[in-house]
């Protein structure tokens, strides 16, 4: 028996990086796994099979998260076919980088909505559900430029931060229905859009975290499976940070 077995997670933008690393994570533990993307290609695909391969139930949804209507319609789509959902992870994010001054009022309107607006969107949609379960888990992916900001990132920094404020109030609002909201604040992991970066870039970041080293999908998949199982029963409003001791 798995940490999940018998639990339904959905996760939305999984269909690479960290949220394909949660979704094996929990799959190789027993989930079912309903994950969204914008567009479902060859690559998401690919990502359904691999989740099958643990013998749990996976299938992929086409929708666009920062949009309210197809949020709601592709939860109300999730939970007819697997019955019910049990933990959300709010994984889907975009970056648009740029200092302020020359920050363009699409790149903002573009992080917010799909960082944090998706989140709002997808909690809107699945307390009811969870509340008539008595009991579920909610994870908000942040980072640690959430929590400390970042030249260059007001957009990016400001949507983390405000996921970390969502999920402490959807964990007030909410606890007496059994449900639980957390945040993770990863730091620097290697992923294709950080493997993208100059060798001496990537370097001098990883010359500044205690363990000298950038941390990996399965790093952030390894804390995701602790807050959505019951081995985290009791910590809800928290933020965890997954970063080598990036931020302390």
């Known amino acids: 028996m798995g940490l999940l077995s018998g639990k339904v997670a959905l996760i939305t933008g999984a269909a690479r990086g960290i949220g394909k690393a949660i979704a094996l994570k929990y799959a190789s533990e027993g989930a079912d796994i309903a994950f969204t993307d914008l ?5 998401a695909e690919q990502t359904v099979k691999e989740i099958e391969a643990f013998g749990v139930k996976a299938k992929a949804y086409a929708s666009n998260a920062a949009s309210f209507e197809e949020t709601h319609k592709v939860v109300e789509e999730i939970h007819k076919e697997f019955g019910k959902i049990d933990i959300l992870v709010n994984n889907a994010g975009i970056t648009k980088d740029g200092l302020m001054l020359r920050m363009s009022e ?8 799909v960082n944090l607006k998706s989140a709002f969107n997808f909690i809107h949609a699945i307390t009811p559900i969870m509340a008539r379960q008595k009991g579920g888990s909610i994870i908000n992916m942040s980072s ?4 400390s900001g970042n030249a260059g990132q007001c957009n990016y920094s400001a949507s983390k931060a405000g996921l970390i404020g969502l999920a402490k109030s959807i964990a007030k609002e909410m606890g007496s229905r059994g449900i639980r909201a957390n945040a993770i604040a990863p730091g620097f992991i290697i992923t294709d859009m950080t493997a993208a970066l100059p060798e001496p870039v990537r370097k001098d970041w990883e010359s500044k ?3 000298r080293r950038g941390g990996t ?3 952030v998949a390894n804390v995701a499976t ?3 199982s019951d081995l985290s029963s009791y910590v809800s409003g928290q933020v965890i940070h997954c970063c080598g001791g990036m931020n302390m």
């Open 39 to 43: 567009v479902i290609n060859e690559a």
């Open 106 to 113: 699409a790149q903002w309107d573009a992080v917010i909505n």
């Open 144 to 147: 640690v430029v959430g929590v």
């Open 209 to 211: 975290i205690p363990l």
């Open 217 to 219: 999908p399965e790093d």
């Open 226 to 228: 602790f807050l959505a």
